[in-house]
């Protein structure tokens, strides 16, 4: 009965060993996935740890990066700062070069040699103005360029100063030469009065102490009916009598007066104030007066006076020597005047 049960009990499948291995199988591909796993963790720890690492590298060039962009604004402002200082430098040249070119316009010989310097100068100038453009570039050999623009500027305020002073030396000298001049003319117009003296003196001689022929101040004064028929430009024969003496003097008085002195006879013409009828030979008062001028002129020259001695004019009747209008004043302003002058 005893075996009958143990041999019932044998006869059971026994599942435990087959529950064991499947549970250590189980184990095994359980701790192969975990292998797995943690491997796999290990390779995406290691790649995140590396992408990191770029990141960081990333992160810190661009750092560099924003560092070297705001240097290099700040250097283009402060290049934009050199470049209005220079543009304002500039204007301080030009402004310079103006004042300059102010005190070269009033200096002598000398300013017009530092005529050439300026021109170099507003060569030099344009050269600094298209240098300019490229400031960016060339900064520092503007800045050279403008130190030996101001160095020229100041040689060339020197060389003005120089001539300034050379200006005031020549104005001293020219002063000097004038105060000579003044004293020359006065010393001429004092020997031209003398010989005016003798020759009117002369000429009272020779023209016969007649009424009609007066000395008026500096001027020799013949009355116009002495030497021409009324309303007419032509010498008559009485007249001729009188400018034949009156030709012997001058020749006399040209052969006295040095020639150094510029001297000539003013013929002029004058009228009285009444109007001419306008149907004969002249128009007008003045055309007689200037005729009658002209044909004493002539007529001295005709005699063998110098023309280069002999001047006419004609006034007409606006230069009367009596206002009023009685025969007597009106025949006082028909007149023919000698003046001995200076040309």
């Known amino acids: 009965m005893a075996s009958s049960r143990l041999r019932r009990r044998d006869t059971r499948p026994d599942f435990w060993p087959g529950f064991v291995d499947a549970m250590a199988t189980l184990l095994l591909v359980i701790i192969f996935l975990l292998s797995i796993f943690m491997l796999a963790q290990f390779f995406l720890s ?53 004042r300059l070119q102010g005190l070269l316009s009033s200096s002598t010989d000398a300013a017009s040699q530092a005529g050439g310097q300026i021109a170099i100068l507003e060569g030099e100038i344009d050269e600094e103005r298209q240098v300019s453009q490229r400031a960016l570039a060339q900064v520092e050999i503007l800045n050279q360029q403008i ?18 002073e050379r200006d005031q030396e020549s104005q001293a000298k020219i002063a000097d030469l004038g105060r000579r001049l003044n004293v020359a003319l006065a010393q001429r117009v004092q020997e031209l009065s003398r010989y005016r003296s003798d020759f009117f003196g002369r000429l009272r001689e020779i023209l016969s102490q007649r009424s009609d022929i007066r000395v008026v101040g500096d001027r020799f004064v013949f009355q116009s009916e002495v030497l021409f028929p009324s309303g007419s430009d032509q010498i008559n024969p009485e007249g001729q009598e009188e400018l034949e003496k009156l030709a012997e003097a001058i020749l006399e ?46 007529y001295l020259i005709d005699q063998g006076v110098d023309p280069k001695r002999l001047v006419a004019a004609g006034f007409g009747e606006f230069q009367p020597l009596d206002e009023g209008e009685s025969d007597e004043a009106l025949a006082r302003n028909r007149r023919i005047e000698l003046k001995l002058t200076e040309r």
Not at 147 to 164: K, M, T, Y
């Open 46 to 98: 290691q790649q995140l740890s590396g992408r990191d690492t770029v990141l960081n590298r990333l992160n810190a060039q661009i750092s560099e990066l924003t560092e070297l962009l705001a240097l290099e604004r700040a250097g283009k402002r402060d290049l934009q700062d050199q470049i209005a200082s220079l543009q304002l430098s500039l204007g301080e040249a030009s402004n310079e070069r103006d």
């Open 147 to 164: 130190s030996a623009l101001r160095r020229q500027i100041a040689a060339l305020e020197a060389a003005l100063d120089a001539s300034e």
């Open 253 to 298: 008085l040209d052969a006295q007066i040095p020639a150094e002195i510029n001297w000539v006879l003013r013929v002029d013409g004058h009228t009285d104030s009444r109007p001419l009828s306008g149907t004969g030979r002249f128009q007008n008062n003045w055309q007689l007066s200037a005729a009658r001028a002209i044909s004493v002129v002539r």
